[in-house]
């Protein structure tokens, strides 16, 4: 095709109307120079027009046969198709409402998922050229992970070509303003290399690493600035407090940054200024440790051979020190995105997407039965069509523009409840956390955006169109003949269709119920659970040391403060460290968890000691003994009493760290303790306490509460702040600990159960809708059955065996797959059941009943068919 | 080519001689080919053509309207003829159609198909 006819076709097709006059003139034109030339030949005006136009023959059929040669036709052709599909949706608006609506439906809560994996995985940070941000990290030469020190990072910075510029980074949870925020301690060139710019005032840039200063800066998030200064712009100057050392508001940075990582940042200081927050930092950065570094690299350079060259210098860097210390090499992660793309990241997000899914191609298979039984229903009108010469083609495009027609509602409908059920999950998601989490919790912003439209988009026409048109073009096959006869009878194919479709239905809805149900088992179990310590009336109080002695005697002196005891390792919140062991006299190692704590430890959380005694005042200083957890006893011990025997200890500290158990030390085991639920529910109970005090570095301070223990809290967090401000860390009751580990299972119960919930419900609808439309088709032959003498209880039989066949093969299809998707959570997932029969089997009756309850009214209706009536029917 | 037939039947050329009442029906191709033929000499609108047509054809040959705009808009779309709105010797605006390159080698490769085909039935005739 010319391109000169290519444009005139796009003309045509963009303005119709011009093409349609231009002809229209023509051929006036041409009637008129004939009717002149009969006119000049002797005849009157009348008869010359009239002849002119005899001649001339079909006016409208000439301009038909001229649009087909000008090839415009295909565009009349679609309008027309579009108008007679706007005709056909408006004769039949429930069934399109329908379609619409459970489209939309399933598409919106898709979206809202994607929505939330798009926020997280794929959409990049908004900072200048994420893509070329790398996180640095080392492995020694026993593949562990390891973090940078100053040195590392001023030597990395100078020597590596590869690197526009590296940021060192290390992150701090403080206290500000009465609740928690995390922030970042990070080098001056931290924001310039992000290109992030501040809302207001200025960032850190061209500050200083080196010198801590008396009040150094501080540039709040924008988030924090809103909800906590209320958004005063009067804020930059300002002096905030943190660890009770005055920081200096120099800025806020700009809305839509918040850091690097997975939780938003609340805060950000100069890395100089950290020695002052914690004690373990003495006054120079040249002893900063933990830093982790990223790096922006240069164009055109590639991550393995900057890896390499900053594994080189690494190596060079570190060969000096210990051989465990050594570099093997630095490896470059990604910090385009929030979570760093892997596998790990997919599979995390695969059993939300995969049960989001499930949903959609439900409503799908929904739409799909719809359509088939729409396709039947138009069988006659599909069968004129082609007996007037409508080729098959014509009509599957008839088809494709139905099916379209009613996806563009679906895509903005889709669009709009994706946003409503992205607002009210995380209304819900607040409006149901523990009080005490709401601190914890931080959200990156979630908006549908255009990314969420096109998937929308695309998720809806894929879903119309494939499920739409598929029962639709099984409704074109048919002959002629047999279509205007009425004969649909012997079209084997819709029916297995449909079969196969009601069996799928109730598979994934007994799947999505089965995960639900053991999801509330999982979380009532998790809630009923013992935890061996007492957390209702406990509070943990952390602090740095330099002013603990002041928090202790504000604590002592306290009337809410009934009991006082300390723990190296906060219970609960976090996983506890690991050390080697070996008994007296042997010399094999084994690893077990261990946690340093006071005399008053046991007393307080309410663990037994269920031999020997607890840890004295004497042993919090220097004091060579130990308490080890019944399940330790049990593993180091086997047949043997604990109390007295003797073990040495290796710590696996890495290098700096403060604990002061540095190298090999000898314990004597003075008592056995009950066992107590281990964080992250590692399923080892195996515990070796050792003595501490209170007073001592890196210590987590608990407090039993008399009285209300919100109240204590409150007056405990009032007092601290008022005689010893900024020097709480975190201020926290443990029972937000016990309620924060069952949470997630919580939230992931309601979001099953809504899915399951719904699914079931599209499922009623689907099995329903089928079997009543069966019996409708059936309707003639059950009345011959029951003129030839079938009784109401046969048909009864008849209808339910055919629904109980599929729904027993759906549901224990459903089960297999339950099953298996419950193995490869159980690995997954901590503290994931590998099956739970009881859930299962509740599910699997939920369902059956549910299917039972959907075919109710149509059997009935089966049984109730009138021969005589039925006979007579059409 | 010259002797395929259009499954159409509604595009088939047809003449019909009113006086003799006699029907000539003409092969699909050959209007395209008068067409052509009226257009080399130079630009005519649609009616100007068919007066054409039926002019040097001694009344033969009447071209069927229904059958002429078709034929023109087909021919505009294979690129072998362009129009262009002017204004008729009485002073109307009209479409003017004229050949276009691709049209006049068009003209070329159907002239001689026409000469081949007519000399070939003459033989058939005369030595049969």
Redesign the interface.
């Known amino acids: 095709m010319r391109w000169r006819s290519v444009a005139r076709r796009v003309r045509a097709i963009l303005r119709p109307g011009n093409a349609e006059r231009a002809l229209a003139d023509e051929l006036d034109f041409h009637l008129a120079m004939q009717t002149e030339k009969h006119r000049a030949a002797g005849m009157d005006a009348a008869d010359a027009d009239l002849r002119a136009r005899l001649e001339f023959g079909n006016v409208g059929l000439v301009k038909e046969d001229a649009r087909d040669a000008r090839g415009t036709q295909f565009v009349d052709d679609t309008m027309r198709d579009l108008r007679y599909a706007v005709r056909a949706i408006a004769r039949t608006p429930v069934f399109a409402l329908t379609v619409v609506g459970t489209i939309s439906l399933a598409v919106g809560l898709n979206a809202a998922a994607f929505t939330v994996f798009d926020a997280y995985v794929l959409r990049p940070l908004d900072v200048r050229d994420p893509s070329s941000l790398y996180a640095l990290a080392w492995l020694d030469r026993s593949g562990r992970v390891r973090s940078f020190d100053w040195s590392d990072y001023v030597t990395l910075r100078r020597a590596s070509p590869g690197y526009t510029a590296i940021a060192a980074v290390r992150t701090i949870a403080v206290r500000l303003r009465g609740s928690n925020a995390v922030g970042d301690a990070v080098s001056s060139n931290y924001f310039e290399l992000l290109g992030v710019v501040p809302a207001i005032g200025s960032t850190l840039a061209g500050r200083d690493d080196q010198s801590p200063v008396d009040a150094p800066d501080v540039v709040l998030g924008h988030a924090l600035w809103q909800s906590r200064f209320g958004g005063d712009s009067g804020v930059v100057g300002q002096h905030v407090l943190l660890r009770g050392h005055p920081f200096r508001v120099v800025g806020v940075a700009r809305a839509g940054f918040e850091g690097l990582y997975k939780k938003p940042r609340d805060f950000w200081i100069p890395l100089g200024a950290l020695s002052l927050l914690d004690d373990s930092i003495r006054s120079t950065p040249a002893t900063l440790d933990g830093l982790s570094l990223i790096g922006r690299l240069a164009p055109g350079e590639s991550p393995s051979k900057a890896g390499s060259a900053a594994s080189a210098t690494m190596r060079a860097l570190t060969a000096p020190r210990p051989a465990a210390d050594r570099a093997d090499r630095v490896i470059l992660t990604s910090r385009a995105r929030a979570i760093t793309p892997s596998i790990g990241a997919y599979a995390a997000f695969a059993p939300i997407a995969i049960a989001f899914g499930l949903v959609l191609l439900l409503a799908c298979a929904n739409v799909a039965n719809m359509m088939l039984a729409r396709g039947l229903a138009r069988q006659r009108e599909l069968g004129v069509r082609l007996a007037l010469g409508a080729t098959r083609a014509r009509l599957v495009r008839q088809l494709v523009v139905e099916s379209l027609l009613l996806a563009l509602p679906a895509i903005g409908l889709g669009f709009a409840a994706a946003w409503l059920i992205v607002t009210f999950g995380v209304r819900t998601l607040f409006a149901t956390l523990p009080h005490d989490l709401v601190a914890f919790v931080r959200l990156v912003p979630l908006h549908p955006d255009a990314r969420v439209l096109a998937y929308t988009a695309a998720v809806a026409l894929a879903s119309a169109l494939i499920f739409g048109l598929a029962p639709s073009l099984q409704s074109t096959r048919l002959s002629v003949v047999e279509a205007t006869r009425g004969e649909f009878g012997r079209l084997g194919s819709p029916a297995k269709l449909r079969t196969s479709l009601i069996i799928a239905q109730v598979a994934i809805a007994s799947l999505l119920m089965t995960a639900a149900s053991v999801l509330l088992r999982q979380s009532a179990r998790l809630s009923g659970v013992e935890t061996g310590i007492r957390t209702r009336d406990v509070i943990s109080v952390e602090s740095g040391l330099d002013r603990r002695s002041d928090v202790l005697r504000r604590l002592n002196v306290n009337p809410v403060v009934g009991l006082l005891a300390a723990a190296a390792t906060p219970v609960l919140d976090a996983n506890l460290p690991t050390l080697a062991l070996s008994r007296g006299g042997s010399s094999t190692d084994v690893s077990v968890a261990y946690n340093r704590v006071s005399s008053g430890f046991f007393g307080l959380l309410g663990i037994p000691i269920v031999a020997g005694r607890a840890f004295q005042a004497s042993d919090e200083v220097g004091g060579e003994t130990a308490i080890v957890s019944e399940a330790a006893a049990r593993r180091i011990w086997p047949a043997g009493n604990a109390i007295g025997q003797t073990i040495s200890l290796r710590v696996r500290g890495e290098r700096g760290t403060a604990d002061s158990l540095d190298g090999v030390r000898v314990a004597h085991v003075v008592g056995v303790a009950r066992d107590v639920i281990t964080p992250g529910g590692a399923s080892d109970a195996s515990i070796i306490y050792l003595p501490t005090s209170p007073r001592a570095a890196a210590c987590c301070l608990f407090v039993r509460a008399r009285g209300d223990v919100a109240v204590a809290q409150r007056t405990i967090a009032a007092d601290l702040d008022r005689f010893v401000p900024g020097a709480v860390d975190r201020l926290d009751r443990l029972d937000t600990f016990v309620a924060g580990a069952i949470y997630p299972y919580r939230a992931a119960y309601w979001v099953a159960l809504v899915l399951g919930g719904l699914a079931l419900a599209l499922s009623v609808a689907g099995v329903h809708g089928v079997i009543a439309y069966i019996v409708a088709q059936r309707t003639r032959e059950i009345g011959v059955r029951i003129a030839l003498g079938a009784t109401a209880r046969d048909v009864l039989i008849a209808v339910l065996s055919q629904t109980t066949r599929h729904a027993l093969i759906g549901v224990g299809a459903g089960a297999v797959l339950a099953l298996g998707l419950a193995r490869a959570l159980a690995s997954a997932v901590q503290q994931m059941p590998g099956f739970d029969p009881v859930a299962a089997l509740a599910a699997i009756v939920i369902v059956l009943a549910a299917c039972i309850a959907a075919v109710a009214s149509p059997t009935r209706r089966a049984t109730r068919i009138d021969p005589n009536v039925a006979l007579r029917y059409e | 080519m010259l002797l395929t037939f259009d499954t159409k039947a509604?595009?088939l050329v047809s003449a019909i001689d009113t006086k003799a009442m006699t029907r000539l029906d003409l092969l699909q191709g050959t209007l395209d080919l008068l067409i052509l033929r009226t257009l080399a000499g130079e630009p005519r609108?649609?009616?100007?053509i068919s007066?054409r047509i039926q002019q040097i054809s001694q009344d033969v040959l009447q071209v069927?309207?229904?059958s002429l705009?078709?034929?023109?808009?087909?021919l505009?779309?294979?690129?072998w003829i362009?129009a262009e709105w002017g204004v008729?010797e009485?002073g109307?605006?009209?479409?003017f159609y004229h050949l276009t390159a691709a049209g006049r080698r068009q003209l070329a490769r159907e002239s001689d198909e026409w000469a081949r085909l007519t000399a070939a039935v003459g033989r058939v005739m005369r030595l049969a």
């Open positions: 509604r595009t609108h649609g009616w100007a007066e069927n309207q229904g705009y078709p034929a023109l808009h087909r505009e779309d294979q690129g362009a008729s009485l109307r605006r009209a479409r």
